[in-house]
């Protein structure tokens, strides 16, 4: 897959990424800068591994196209996936973790849909505001010339 449409996959997801990412930097304290380096410390290992589980767990993109925004190669996500589940299945205090950040990107995501759907529908009601006012428009006008052919 060429770099350029595997940068379009993950654009069509970027918000959800985002939001992926924006939880798990926010609930470990670390930033994107710290999860893209070489760095294999446990405290930036840890987040970059739940966000690359995170990502394939929501659809965001393959895992060819998650391990580039890390500059890793896609056995490096399949490994993370490993990780986090086995955390997940070993370590209740990281289960709880790996719950709220999935809580809250569902969270976001519902919030979202709910938004576009209110925009969508505040669109429609706009176009029937237009519509309305338009026949309110050739109404008035007919009326005019009613008036004008009763005042002869």
């Known amino acids: ?52 589980y995170l990502a394939v767990k929501f659809n965001v993109g393959t895992y060819t196209e998650i391990a580039n925004f890390f500059n890793r190669d896609h056995a490096t996500v399949n490994n993370s996936i490993k990780s986090i589940r086995n955390y997940y299945e070993t370590d209740p205090l990281k289960k709880e973790t790996i719950n709220n950040c999935e809580k809250k990107i569902r969270s976001d995501i519902e919030f979202k849909s709910i938004l576009e759907l209110f925009e969508s529908e505040i669109k429609e009601i706009k176009n029937e505001m237009v519509l309305l006012e338009l026949r309110y428009l050739k109404l008035k006008e007919k009326v005019d010339i009613l008036l004008e052919t009763i005042r002869g």
């Open 1 to 52: 897959m060429s770099k350029k449409l595997i940068k379009n996959v993950i654009e069509m997801n970027k918000p959800l990424f985002d939001r992926i990412v924006f939880n798990v930097c926010s609930e470990y304290n670390v930033s994107t800068e710290q999860l893209v380096t070489k760095d294999r410390k446990g405290e930036f290992t840890y987040p970059r591994q739940l966000i690359m």
